[in-house]
C-alpha cells in the first residue's frame, strides 16, 4: 500500500480553484521533489495534506496508508507520521519553544497510545538533535521562531521534523533563506532521516538542494496540476529549460 | 428596568440588614458613628447603577439587585470546609491568614510572622477601647464610592498588618478569604502599612469551601506603602462560579517607592476590582497589571484610577482579557495628572482575546492631564487566537484545546511577566492553568 496517494485532488481557496485534478502517489523509502513555477500550488498541496482550514476540497482523495486523511483533525494527521515544515514558519510569542516541543512531542505520543517522554530523556533527545544541526541552546529557550533568522526558522523545522520521526515528511522550500554551510547541514540533517519507512516530499526552486537530497523522483508543477513526472535527471532539465514550456501547456 | 421602582426595595432591604447586623459589628463610639454616616452614604445613593459614569458597564442594580444577609460567624463544622479550601489554595512558603466568612480565623492561619511584623484582626483592634484613632481603619481618602461605604457600614473583621522600617519580609503574606455559607454576604476590610524602606509581598485569595453558592464577597484592602518600600501585590479571585465579588484596594505609594500589582479574576459571576492607587510622593513607579478569564456568562470588571498628584512617577498598566461564550470584560483606566505633577509617565495597554462570538470587551480609558510635561499614553486592541498560529501548533500534534492553550497562556504572559519573583509567578500561572483546564 503507497504511503500517500493523492487522486484527482480538486481544491479551492475563496471561490478560486487552485488544484485542478493533482495525483501524486509516494511509497515508503522513497524521495520526491515537487518543483514548478510560483503560485502553481505547490505549498496549496502541503497545506491540504497537512490539514489547514480555509481550503475547500471540492474533488478526489488523499489516502494516508490507505486512511482517508482529509477526514481527520491536523493533530490527528501530525499523530499519524504527517509532517510539514512551512515555507514560512511562523513566530509564537511567549510560547517557549521547549515547551512546545514537549507538548506536541507527548501529544503526539500519547494520541499514538504510547508513554510520554521523561523529562531527562526529552532533554536529551532535544539537546542531541539541536546539536546535529547546529542550533545553539539558547534558541530554543525563546519563544517559538522568535527573533530567529530565515535560515534559523527553518532550521527549527528540520529540528522539530527529527524530533517527531515521522513517516511522511513534506519540505515546502526547506532550503530558501539558507547560506551554503547551512543548506548542507539541514540537508544532512534530513538525509539522515531516510529510512525504509519513511518517504520525503520536498517541495524547492532549486536543483541545488537535490544534489545533496537526491531524490527518486521529480515532478513538476504548474498551474494546479503535476504535468510532467520523472527521475533526477528531470531536474538537471528544468534549470536548463526553464517552465516555459509546460506554462504553454 | 425600572430602577425607581428596585432602589427602594434594595434600601428598604439593606436598611433591615444593617439594623440587623448592628450587634455584630465590632467598634462602639467613633467607629459605630463611622459606620452609621457610611451606611447613610450608601443608603442615600443605592447599588451604583448604569446612570453612575464609574459603573456604567457594571450595573449592580441588574446584575446583583441586591445585597445577600450578612453570613453567620462561621461554626467549627464551617472551619472544618474552609480548612479544606485554605490546603487547596496554599501557597508555598507563604504566611497564610485565612478569613472565613467574613471572619479572621486564627486557628487556619499562620502564627504571627517574624519580628518587625505585627499582625492584628481588625475587629479585635476596632473592639479595643485603647487603640487611639481606630475609627481611622474604617475611614478611607479614596474618591467616594457607594461600595467603599458599603463595606466600611458593615466589616466584620479583616487584618491589620504592621511592616517595620527597611524590614525585608522573607516570605509572603497570603490573606485568603473563604466563603462556606450559600447566599449570604461578607464584607472584610483589611489594611497592610509598609513603613519606609520595607519590602514585602502580599497575596490575595478569594475562594469558596466546596458546595458554597451564589454568595457575595466585599472586600476593602488599605494598603500603605512607605518611602522607598517595594510592594508586590498578587490577587487571585476563583471565587464560585455563581458567586459576587466586589473588592476595593486603596493604595497610597510614597517617595521613591514601588507597588507592583497583578489582579487575575476567573470565578465570580458578577466582579467588580476597583483600585484607587495614589502616588503621595516623587520618584516612585507602579506596575498595576490585571487578567480576567471569564466563560459562560461571567461578567469581571476592572476598574484603576492612578493618581499621579506628585512629579516623576511612572505608572504602566497591562490588562489582558481572555473571554470566552457569553463572558462580559470591563476595563476602565483612569490616569489623573495633578496639575504639579511634571515628568509623569502612565502608560496603558489593554488586550482582550474573543474566543466566542457571543464574548464581549469593553475597554474605557481616560487621561486627565493637568500638567504639561508629561508622557501619557493608551492602546488598545480586541481581537480572536491568529488561525495560522493555532494551524502551526495543530499540525505539531496539539488538539486544538491544547493549542488554544499554550496561545492563551502566552497571551495572560504579557500582564504576568511584571512579577518578578518566580514563585510568585507560578502562583499566578497555576491558578490562569487551572481556568484553561477547567475548560477541558
Ligand atoms: N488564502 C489564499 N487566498 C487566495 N489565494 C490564494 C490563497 N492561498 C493561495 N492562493 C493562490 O493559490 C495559488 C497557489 O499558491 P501556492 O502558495 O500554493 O503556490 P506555490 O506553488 O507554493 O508558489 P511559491 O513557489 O511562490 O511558493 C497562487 O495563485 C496563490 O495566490
Ligand atoms: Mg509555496
Redesign the pocket.
Known amino acids: 500500500m503507497p504511503l500517500l496517494e493523492v487522486k484527482d485532488l480538486q481544491v479551492r481557496?475563496?471561490e478560486?480553484e487552485?488544484l485542478h485534478g493533482l495525483s501524486l502517489t509516494v511509497n515508503k523509502g522513497e524521495v520526491h521533489a515537487i518543483m514548478?513555477?510560483?503560485?502553481?500550488?505547490?505549498?496549496?498541496?502541503s497545506h491540504v495534506i497537512a490539514g489547514k482550514p480555509?481550503y475547500e476540497v471540492t474533488g478526489g482523495q488523499i489516502l494516508f496508508n490507505g486512511e482517508d486523511l482529509l477526514e481527520m483533525e491536523p493533530d490527528e494527521r501530525a499523530a499519524k507520521g504527517v509532517f510539514l515544515a512551512f515555507?514560512y514558519p511562523v513566530e509564537i510569542p511567549g510560547v517557549a519553544t521547549m515547551t512546545f516541543l514537549r507538548t506536541a512531542l507527548n501529544a503526539q505520543r500519547k494520541a499514538r497510545g504510547e508513554s510520554e517522554y521523561s523529562t531527562p530523556n526529552f532533554l536529551k533527545k532535544v539537546r542531541d538533535v539541536a546539536a546535529s544541526l547546529n542550533i545553539p541552546q539558547d534558541m530554543l529557550r525563546r519563544g517559538i521562531n522568535v527573533g530567529f533568522s530565515g535560515g534559523e526558522k527553518k532550521r527549527n523545522e528540520v529540528l522539530q521534523m527529527a524530533l517527531f520521526e515521522p513517516s511522511l515528511c513534506i519540505l515546502?522550500?526547506m532550503d530558501s533563506g539558507l547560506d551554503i554551510d547551512a543548506l548542507r547541514v539541514a540537508a544532512d540533517g534530513v538525509n539522515a532521516l531516510r529510512s525504509p519507512d519513511r518517504a520525503m516530499v520536498v517541495?524547492t526552486?532549486y536543483q541545488r538542494l537535490l544534489n545533496y537530497i537526491v531524490p527518486d523522483f521529480v515532478h513538476v508543477?504548474s498551474k494546479g496540476r503535476v504535468v510532467k513526472s520523472g527521475n533526477k535527471d528531470l531536474a538537471l532539465e528544468l534549470e536548463a529549460s526553464g517552465y516555459a514550456q509546460f506554462e504553454e501547456a | 428596568m425600572d430602577v425607581a421602582l428596585v432602589k427602594p426595595t434594595t434600601e428598604r432591604a439593606t436598611r433591615e440588614l444593617f439594623a440587623a447586623a448592628r450587634d455584630r459589628l465590632p467598634g462602639s463610639g467613633p467607629v459605630s458613628e463611622a459606620r452609621q454616616a457610611a451606611f447613610d452614604d450608601f443608603a442615600r445613593r443605592g447599588l451604583p447603577y448604569r446612570r453612575i459614569e464609574e459603573w456604567k458597564y457594571t450595573d449592580l442594580r441588574t446584575l446583583l439587585r441586591e445585597i445577600a444577609p450578612l453570613a453567620a460567624t462561621p461554626d467549627q463544622a464551617a472551619l472544618a470546609r474552609a480548612a479544606k479550601a485554605v490546603v487547596a489554595r496554599d501557597a508555598k512558603g507563604a504566611y497564610k491568614l485565612v478569613l472565613v466568612d467574613g471572619v479572621f480565623a486564627p486557628q487556619l492561619s499562620d502564627q504571627t510572622p517574624e519580628t518587625g511584623v505585627e499582625v492584628r484582626a481588625l475587629r479585635n483592634i476596632l473592639e479595643n477601647n485603647d487603640v487611639a484613632a481606630r475609627a481611622d481603619l474604617l475611614i478611607t481618602t479614596a474618591a467616594s464610592d457607594t461600595m467603599i461605604s458599603l463595606n466600611t457600614a458593615l466589616a466584620t473583621d479583616g487584618v491589620v498588618i504592621d511592616v517595620a522600617e527597611n524590614l525585608n519580609l522573607s516570605r509572603p503574606l497570603h490573606i485568603v478569604h473563604i466563603t462556606t455559607q450559600s447566599s449570604t454576604a461578607a464584607f472584610t476590610r483589611s489594611l497592610l502599612r509598609l513603613a519606609n524602606g520595607a519590602h514585602a509581598t502580599l497575596i490575595e485569595s478569594f475562594v469558596a469551601a466546596e458546595g458554597a453558592a451564589a454568595y457575595q464577597a466585599h472586600d476593602s484592602v488599605v494598603l500603605w506603602i512607605g518611602d522607598g518600600a517595594e510592594l508586590q501585590h498578587v490577587r487571585l479571585v476563583e471565587d464560585a462560579h455563581d458567586a459576587a465579588n466586589i473588592s476595593t484596594a486603596i493604595v497610597t505609594i510614597g517617595a521613591k517607592a514601588r507597588f507592583n500589582s497583578l489582579n487575575l479574576t476567573c470565578g465570580a459571576a458578577v466582579s467588580r476590582y476597583q483600585g484607587f492607587i495614589k502616588f503621595g510622593g516623587e520618584g516612585s513607579h507602579a506596575d498595576v497589571n490585571g487578567v480576567n478569564l471569564l466563560n459562560g456568562h461571567q461578567h469581571g470588571d476592572t476598574t484603576l484610577v492612578l493618581d499621579h498628584a506628585v512629579p516623576h512617577c511612572s505608572s504602566n498598566e497591562v490588562f489582558r482579557a481572555v473571554l470566552d461564550d457569553q463572558a462580559h470584560s470591563v476595563f476602565q483606566g483612569k490616569i489623573i495628572v495633578q496639575p504639579d505633577a511634571q515628568k509623569t509617565d502612565g502608560k496603558m495597554m489593554t488586550r482582550a482575546l474573543l474566543l466566542s462570538d457571543g464574548a464581549e470587551a469593553d475597554n474605557k480609558p481616560e487621561l486627565e492631564i493637568f500638567a504639561d510635561d508629561v508622557t501619557c499614553g493608551h492602546g488598545a486592541t480586541v481581537g480572536a487566537l491568529d488561525e495560522s498560529l493555532l494551524f502551526y501548533l495543530r499540525a505539531r500534534g496539539l488538539s486544538e484545546k491544547e493549542a488554544q492553550a499554550l496561545l492563551i497562556q502566552a497571551f495572560v504572559g504579557e500582564a504576568v511577566e511584571s512579577v518578578a519573583d518566580d514563585g510568585l509567578r507560578d502562583v499566578v500561572i497555576e491558578a490562569a492553568e487551572r481556568w484553561l483546564a477547567a475548560r477541558g
Open positions: 481557496v475563496e478560486r487552485i514548478g513555477p510560483n503560485g502553481s500550488g505547490k505549498s496549496t498541496l480555509g515555507q515546502d522550500e517541495i526552486h508543477m
